[in-house]
Nanobody, 121 residues
Framework: QVQLVESGGGLVQAGGSLRLSCAVS????????MIWYRQAPGNQREFVAR???????NYADSVKGRFTISRDNFKQTVYLQMNNLKPEDTALYYC???????????????WGQGTQVTVSS
């Protein structure tokens, strides 16, 4: 059974930093593409950052240059370093393993509880 446990969220002032972690178990972590998503109240879940098994990364335009996704295959953990945070980054952040389908990236596991990030102005 795949399990995703996100942590590291909190309340920070604009311009501050946070490092999110997502511990993964129950799937072959090393070969899987991992994505961080976020969902603000009243909004749909949106893509934030993606990392493949070789360490290649992609970012949403809104976070490019401020956020960095990384992974530790030994610890089976994916990270999201968030710098220069803005109030619009406030959201519940989730991670998931994904695979490509005809409809785009398809999550492989049930969603975890997420970790709340709140940025005050």
């Amino acid at each position: 059974q795949v399990q995703l446990v996100e942590s590291g969220g909190g309340l920070v002032q604009a311009g501050g930093s946070l490092r999110l972690s997502c511990a993964v178990s129950g799937l072959p972590f090393t070969s899987n593409v991992m994505i961080w998503y976020r969902q603000a109240p009243g909004n749909q879940r949106e893509f934030v950052a993606r990392i493949n098994g070789a360490g290649g990364t992609n970012y949403a335009d809104s976070v490019k240059g401020r956020f960095t996704i990384s992974r530790d295959n030994f610890k089976q953990t994916v990270y999201l370093q968030m710098n220069n945070l803005k109030p619009e980054d406030t959201a519940l952040y989730y991670c998931n393993a994904v695979e490509m389908s005809t409809a785009g990236w398809r999550p492989l596991a049930s969603w975890g509880q997420g970790t709340q990030v709140t940025v005050s102005s």
